[in-house]
């Protein structure tokens, strides 16, 4: 059975940072395409990046340079490195895995002051 659990969230300030964690179960992280997705409250799902079975990863435009995805194929995790957060950061964080349209219950980011 394919699950997703993802953890890490919190609260934190403009400026700071988080690690968000996506441990997988049923199949192996490594061997798909893994995506990030966010959805604050009120706004469309929006996509942060992905990192593909062979390591290379896509950001969009309004987290390039600040977030970071990698995985530990010895954990079967899926990480997401967020750096100098933005109060625009708030939201809840999914991992999603293409192949079969699987996420996991998201964990709330929330950015302030």
């Known amino acids: 059975q394919v699950r997703l659990v993802e953890s890490g969230g919190g609260l934190v300030q403009p400026g700071g940072s988080l690690r968000l964690s996506c441990v997988a179960s049923g199949f192996t992280v490594g061997h798909y395409l893994m995506n990030w997705y966010r959805q604050a409250p009120g706004k469309r799902r929006e996509f942060v990046g992905f990192?593909?079975?062979?390591?290379?990863?896509n950001y969009a435009d309004s987290v390039q340079d600040r977030f970071t995805i990698s995985r530990s194929d010895a954990k079967n995790t899926l990480y997401l490195e967020m750096k100098n957060l933005k109060v625009e950061d708030t939201a809840v964080y999914f991992c999603?895995?293409?192949?079969?349209?699987?996420r996991g219950q998201g964990t709330q980011v929330t950015v302030s002051s």
């Open positions: 999603h895995r293409n192949t079969g349209n699987f």
């Open positions: 990192l593909t079975e062979d390591g290379q990863t």
